[in-house]
């Protein structure tokens, strides 16, 4: 059984993920909803366009990602989910739905799990070790590098 993902964020977030997450895996159209929330939109026409998103997903499981706790998009979601066939993430990023995407017939639970592993284990520093960007040796004057 697969699991319907629909994305609820500030427009125009949600379809611009689900349009990455689709260039990496066409075939999961079917299965991934985007709703973009647009500044000074009504709650209550936000909620009713998510139900209609997530009843067109056809699926008996629904995993809801949302992009910011507390903001519109996630208070919304809130009222759409129900915990047991339906779950929310807050935080939404491109790693999270490429892992999520990959694993669509798992199990609601796990497949939580593996969403939220995908966006933490994907944010992380990165040094650049190029070479025009590494700092050049000063001579000094005073070291010399060979003996004379």
């Not at 079917?30 to 009713?48: G, K």
């Not at 990602?65 to 996630?74: C, M």
């Not at 939404?92 to 939220?116: H, I, K, W």
């Not at 960007?133 to 000094?140: A, E, G, M, S, V």
Request: proline share 5%; with cysteine.
């Amino acid at each position: 059984m697969t699991t319907g993902l629909l994305i609820i964020a500030h427009a125009p977030l949600a379809s611009a993920l689900r349009a990455c997450v689709l260039h990496v895996y066409p075939d999961a159209d079917a299965a991934i909803a985007a709703l973009d929330v647009p500044p000074q939109q009504n709650p209550a026409e936000t909620l009713e366009a998510a139900r209609q998103l997530a009843q067109g997903l056809r699926t008996a499981r629904l995993l809801v990602l949302t992009d910011v706790f507390g903001a519109t998009p996630s208070n919304v979601a809130q009222k759409l989910v129900d915990g047991v066939h339906s779950r929310l993430i807050a935080g939404v990023n491109l790693p999270m739905l490429l892992r999520t995407v990959n694993y669509l017939g798992d199990e609601l639970d796990s497949l939580v799990n593996r969403a939220l592993a995908g966006g933490t284990q994907c944010i992380m520093q990165v040094t650049v070790s190029a070479p025009q960007n590494q700092i050049k040796k000063r001579h000094d004057s005073t070291h010399h590098d060979h003996h004379q």
